[in-house]
């Protein structure tokens, strides 16, 4: 089944402890993003890249890394999370740049 | 730069009822127009695209969005409600963003409309 797939799908954690959200995706596609989610303010899109060791910020990206070492994984890292950090993220693919987006479930995090 | 509005938070229909989820938008080139429905605890998923092929765009469930360049919108719209249309929908749009180094689609958000559909 063609998916695009996000773990974990809740994190808890305090101010300054490193996490990373993994996502990964089976239909090879070259474009993946992240975007974040917060209630009023629709989706804002933290990096996206277009294809693999190419990546670019978005709207939002302070505080956030990602990379793209393989085709089909996307992980995003914040390296010392603050509370203003607590959102839903999504991952999100598609075949190229401005094609239908194919989204992961989401990964509803707060940090304390 | 390119934005986008929904023009209503919250939309509220009875089912077997017209929908119409009203999305106006800004951007200097020719854009692309998605709309994306958000069921409760889902990821997004695509209802309709447009291109530029045709200006009324067909998409899944139902819906459809017409193309208003002179009005710039992008309305979505649906004959008859279904109460398992109720969801948050986001119109999106995409437009070339022109760097010293390239050019590349960053794709903007609406805040979103979230339908209600009483039976």
Redesign the interface.
């Known amino acids: 089944e063609a998916q695009?797939t996000q773990n974990p799908r809740y994190l808890i954690t305090v101010t300054g402890k490193k996490l990373t959200v993994t996502c990964s995706q089976n239909m090879n596609h070259e474009y993946m993003s992240w975007?974040r989610q917060d209630p009023?303010?629709?989706?804002?899109?933290i990096y996206?890249s277009?294809n693999v060791e190419v990546t670019?910020k978005?709207?939002v990206p302070e505080g956030y890394k990602v990379s793209r070492k393989e085709k089909r994984n996307f992980p995003l890292i914040l390296e010392s999370p603050s509370p203003n950090q607590t959102s839903l993220y999504?991952c999100?693919s598609s075949f190229r740049?401005?094609e239908?987006?194919f989204?992961?479930?989401?990964t509803q995090l707060s940090v304390l | 730069a390119q934005s986008v509005t929904q023009l209503d938070s919250h939309v509220s229909v009875s089912e077997g009822t017209p929908v119409l989820l009203r999305c106006n938008y800004s951007s200097s080139y020719s854009p692309s127009l998605f709309w994306y429905v958000q069921h409760p605890n889902k990821g997004l998923q695509l209802l309709l695209k447009y291109t530029s092929a045709a200006t009324l765009v067909k998409g899944i469930n139902g819906f459809e969005a017409e193309f208003k360049k002179s009005e710039t919108s992008f309305h979505l719209t649906k004959p008859s409600a279904h109460m398992s249309d109720a969801a948050e929908y986001f119109c999106v749009v995409s437009d070339l963003d022109i760097s010293p180094t390239g050019g590349s689609y960053i794709p903007t958000f609406g805040r979103g409309t979230s339908l209600i559909v009483h039976p």
């Not at chain 1, 009023?40 to 899109?45: D, F, H, K, S, V």
């Not at chain 1, 989204?103 to 989401?106: A, D, H, K, L």
């Open positions: 695009v975007y009023g303010l629709g989706l804002r899109q996206y277009m670019d978005g709207d999504f999100a740049e401005n239908k987006l989204f992961g479930s989401g």
